[in-house]
Each structure stands twice: as C-alpha cells, then as structure tokens.
C-alpha cells in the first residue's frame, strides 16, 4: 500500500519561502507520479507540479512557475517543493499525492486529483501580507 507523509508548511510574510516534503512508501520510487495540489477554502483543489520521478520531468502552472521549484531525493524516495517569493493568494492546504506509473509517465499538463489515488494529509501554508 503506497503512503505518502508530509512535512514543512507554516506561516511566513509575503516574499519569504518555505518547503514542504513528502515522503514515499510502497512502490518503487522511479515508478510514481507525484503532484502537488493546493486548496484554499472555497476554491477548488489546484493542482501546482508535477513530477515524474523516473525521468525528473516536471511541469508547473503558470500560477507558480518561477517560484516554486520541485526536486527528488531518489535515496530518500522523498520530493520536496521549495516555495520562493510566496505571496498572500499562496495560502492554501497543500497535499502531496501519488499515482504508480509502470510504463510511460508523463509531466504534462494541469494535474487532475481524480488521477491521483494517493494523498498526503495536507499542511498548511500561509502567506500574510
């Protein structure tokens, strides 16, 4: 059974940085695409990166890229998404989540949390102004 646990999160002022990770269990490591998807309330979920930890391929919405960045730690079987610049519209609850991809993984394009049978339990994170 894959299981996913999170970690970092918080509260910082706007412009400051932050990094969350999530660490794997249950399936071979290069074999996961992994997201990152974040709710603020009343908004729905919003998936921000993708990786595919087989190849290290990765996309980002337009709403975080150049600011966030994700990365894997293969001997950890661990990803971590380090947040620069955040700003107040940021805060959110942010969940790792996790699909098994046993054949070709692709990056690309918006993450859908259907795809994705795998979560994390969330961490908050929070932007003040």
């Known amino acids: 059974q894959v299981q996913l646990v999170e970690s970092g999160g918080g509260s910082v002022q706007a412009g400051g940085s932050l990094m969350l990770s999530c660490g794997t269990s249950?399936?071979?490591?290069?074999?996961?695409?992994m997201a990152w998807f974040r709710q603020a309330p009343g908004k729905e979920r919003e998936g921000v990166v993708v990786?595919?930890?087989?190849?290290?391929?990765?996309y980002y919405a337009d709403s975080v890229k150049g600011r966030f960045t994700i990365s894997q730690d293969n001997a950890k079987s661990t990803v971590a998404l380090q947040m620069n610049s955040l700003k107040p519209e940021d805060t959110a609850l942010y969940y790792c989540?996790?699909?098994?991809?046993?054949?070709?993984?692709?990056?690309?394009?918006?993450?859908?949390?259907?795809?994705?049978?795998?979560w994390g339990q969330g961490t908050q994170v929070t932007v003040s102004s």
């Open positions: 989540a996790a699909q098994v991809i046993w054949f070709q993984c692709s990056s690309m394009g918006t993450p859908k949390p259907a795809d994705f049978p795998y």
């Open positions: 249950g399936a071979p490591f290069r074999n996961f695409r």
């Open positions: 990786i595919c930890t087989g190849s290290g391929s990765t």
